[in-house]
């Protein structure tokens, strides 16, 4: 799998069977959905969005690490545009002739995904109000963060 990022639906057989293969003993995969909450929020719908060139990049380095570090394949999608709640707005499948590689891989790939790639999240809340999340700053899981540049946004 080549592409890293979609603006479109995730289709998690079509990532599973892209990793696939008769050497496969185990499969695990991950998705992250959008929820109605944060921070004791509500959370009415989010937008995803990043410096594409970079992101892919980094999702690249990502997966290639992980089949480096484990006997593993491994496939990554991050969703980037607007989501709805219960959306997937990202997947990892990760396959190897072991449950325990499989499970490895695929939390490495979705922790460093959430570390190292630059996409961000604009959250619109119930309230009216917007927020930035950072994913890479890990200064508080969760926490919004609040970049200089977004400070003049409406509603932060």
């Given at each position: 799998?080549?592409?890293?990022?979609?603006?479109t639906d995730i289709d998690q057989n079509a990532l599973v069977a892209v990793v696939l293969g008769p050497d496969c003993g185990g499969v695990?995969?991950?998705?992250?959905?959008?929820?109605?909450?944060?921070?004791?929020?509500?959370?009415?719908?989010l937008e995803y969005?990043?410096?594409?060139?970079?992101?892919q990049a980094e999702c690249a380095r990502i997966v290639a690490e992980a089949e480096t570090r484990w006997p593993?394949?491994?496939?990554l999608l991050h969703r980037l545009g607007e989501l709805a709640i219960g959306d997937v707005a990202v997947a990892v499948a990760a396959a190897s002739a072991h449950r325990v590689q499989a499970f490895e891989a695929c939390r490495y790939v979705i922790e460093e995904t959430k570390r190292r790639v630059p996409i961000w999240k604009k959250e619109f809340y119930a309230?009216?109000?917007?927020?930035?999340?950072?994913?890479t700053d890990r200064r508080?899981?969760?926490s919004v963060a609040r970049h200089p540049a977004w400070a003049s946004e409406p509603g932060t």
């Open positions: 799998m080549v592409i890293h990022l979609t603006r695990v995969t991950f998705l992250g959905l959008v929820r109605n909450h944060q921070d004791g929020k509500g959370v009415l719908r969005s990043a410096y594409e060139p970079m992101a593993a394949r491994v496939a309230d009216g109000t917007v927020g930035w999340v950072d994913p508080q899981e969760g």
